[in-house]
Nanobody, 127 residues
């Protein structure tokens, strides 16, 4: 069982930055692939960035590539999402997900592949 708690969301002007954190409780955090997803009102939950269990492999949605960076600290049971050059279209509730990885290099792009979710944190970017 893994419990996830996101933090770091808020209101920021376009061009600004935020750093989201997702703290995990439970054992064997380093066995889990992690992902950040976001959901805007009336839309599906879409992938933003995902990372394998060691932190060596990652994937970014085209819409955030070059602006966002996902990282993890397995000693602190935490995964981060550094968001720079924010745009109004980045406004959404951001969710952290976790699933046990099948292989060391594995990461997962679909929200249906994740077993555990946090409660979400709101990110609002004003123009």
């Amino acid at each position: 069982q893994v419990q996830l708690v996101e933090s770091g969301g808020g209101l920021v002007q376009a061009g600004g930055s935020l750093r989201l954190s997702c703290a995990a409780s439970g054992r064997a955090f380093s066995s889990y692939a992690m992902g950040w997803f976001r959901q805007a009102p009336g839309k599906e939950r879409d992938v933003v960035a995902v990372i394998n269990r060691s932190g060596g492999n990652s994937y970014y949605a085209d819409s955030v590539k070059g602006r966002f960076t996902i990282s993890r600290d397995n000693a602190k049971n935490t995964v981060y999402l550094q968001m720079n050059s924010l745009k109004p279209e980045d406004t959404a509730v951001y969710y952290c997900g976790a699933r046990r990885a099948d292989y060391s290099g594995s990461y997962y792009l679909s929200n249906y592949e994740y077993d555990y979710w946090g409660q979400g944190t709101q990110v609002t970017v004003s123009s």
